[in-house]
């Protein structure tokens, strides 16, 4: 048959990416056969830049990802002459390579495409699952694609956020296997523009990850404060303020002076107590001891 | 919204649903999960229940789209002689498969290993179970042996003791046992001997054992029961006629 519909898609990523990404961005080429590479671009280009890049090399939807802080990954996903283009945080990131998941497929066979039913309830949802039915499914008759349909794209929206699957099909009667990639998307927001324009929608559940990581040192912060908080307030309460009671002029009424005894002067000596040994004494010592230095400490 | 919506229709493409391929399902039914139709219900924590609901979203979009695709005509099955080159490369899927059998193995021997402990344990149960009897069974031989050697069961049973009702033999011999216990001879002989000498100085014919009828057998005595071996010879001869009659038969037959 004749290839029609011609969609070429652009996936490359900027610089400072780790190991992982870049696992995850070949496997992505290899599964897609619709795909072209390109070098990575720099960081002080704008983003239409990618725009004029897409152009050059005859693609019209792009994947591109961003490593911010060699720790947060982004990925755009565009509609590259003027159509709406989302950016995500993508997060759980595991690759073909891994040896738990054990399935294969052929290279450039097409993909079956699942969605969750929540994807036609709401409208960016909607628009989403459209970017993803372009961008990921391969054309029929495409030369680099093999004729069968063996494996299965699934994306189900749970806990706010998207995650994909690739399941490879053994049986007729729909046993799979996983083949991987896998990974999670967090739509921050969707544009009406390729990398610009208004703004269409904003995810109101999205956190950015620099928020999330200063919430966490926040939470620890906050701990430690309220333990000292608390430390103090027992210093206080320990020391306790001594309530000063007023003079009592009644109190002097019932003194009477003692009577005046004769002054002794004693000449002999006093009989000396026997001396008793004190056998609790290096006891009591450490007592007193002890409790100074609690008094101290506290 | 309205925005999205107005985007969404001008971005949409009219595609043949043979280029697009996507299935947009819930999950297959299954009897066994409890929460079909709340997907709500799936907590994203719990790894092992998120990841069997995205299994079974796919499983329900295969099961549709494979009658669709058969319709259209577009193979799903490789054929077997069908070579062409994998997403993964054959080193990485040899990777794998020695990673499964290794995993395999560990666990294999380690419930050998399990069985092996197992078996040990069984094995010395049942070794001092057998000890234990053999010892019994000495002890009930060499018991069996004294009794015999005692008189007291005359029986040689023991010797050939196998399985055949031990109960029963046992029964009998307590019986006999409980009649005879020491010889006649012996009983005899201990009354008169017994307890070292009691019977020289002692009377003879005193009061009580004159009054003491206890060996009298009447049947013995009027010859009235029935003979023992032998019938009128022995009669005969119990009853001896008296002096005057023997007499007189002395001097008849002189």
Known sequence: ?298 | QDGLKLCLSEFKQQLAWVERLDVTLGQVVDPVSQSASGKDAVDPENDFQREMSFYRQAQAAVLEALPRLRKLQIPTRRPDDYFAEMAKSDQQMQKIRQKLKSKQEAMERSERAKQLRAMRKYGKKVQTEILQKRQKEKKNMLNAVKKYQKGLSDKLDFLDEEQTSSQGNKKGSANQRIKKGPNAKRRYKNQKFGFGGKKKGSKWNTKESFNDVSSFRPKVAHNKGPGKAGKGGKKALNKRPGKRARQKMKNRGR
């Open chain 1, 1 to 298: 048959g004749k290839w029609k519909n011609k969609e070429r898609v652009l996936i490359f990523s900027s610089r400072g990416i780790n190991f992982r990404t870049r696992h995850l961005m070949q496997d992505l080429r290899t599964l897609m056969p619709h795909s072209k590479a390109d070098t990575k671009m720099d960081r002080k280009d704008q983003l239409f830049v990618i725009n004029e890049v897409c152009e050059m090399k005859n693609c019209n939807k792009c994947i591109f990802f961003e490593a911010k802080k060699k720790q947060d990954l982004y990925m755009w996903l565009s509609n590259t002459p003027q159509g709406p283009s989302a950016k995500f945080l993508v997060q759980n990131v595991h690759t073909l390579a891994e040896l738990k998941m054990t399935g294969n497929c052929l290279r450039g066979s097409r993909p079956l495409l699942s969605f969750d039913p929540i994807f036609d309830k709401e409208p960016h949802y909607a628009l989403l699952k459209e970017l993803f039915i372009q961008i990921f499914s391969t054309p029929q008759y495409h030369p680099k694609s093999q004729p069968f349909v063996d494996h299965v794209f699934t994306f189900t929206v749970t806990d706010e956020r998207i995650w994909f699957r690739n399941y490879q099909i053994i049986e007729e009667d729909a046993s799979l296997v996983e083949i991987g990639p896998r990974f999670v998307l967090n739509l921050i927001k969707i544009f009406q523009g390729s990398f610009g324009g208004a703004t269409l929608y904003e995810n109101p559940h999205y956190r950015s990850p620099n928020m999330h990581r200063r919430l966490i040192r926040l939470s620890v912060a906050a701990k430690f404060r309220e333990k000292q908080q608390v430390k103090e307030v027992q210093k206080i309460k320990k020391k306790g303020s001594k309530a000063l009671i007023r003079e009592d002029p009644t109190e002097v009424v019932f003194e009477t002076p003692a009577e005046e005894q004769p002054v002794e002067i004693q000449l002999v000596k006093p009989e000396s107590k026997p001396i008793v040994k004190d056998k609790k004494k290096p006891r009591k010592i450490q007592r007193k001891k002890q409790k100074k230095l609690f008094r101290t400490e506290a």
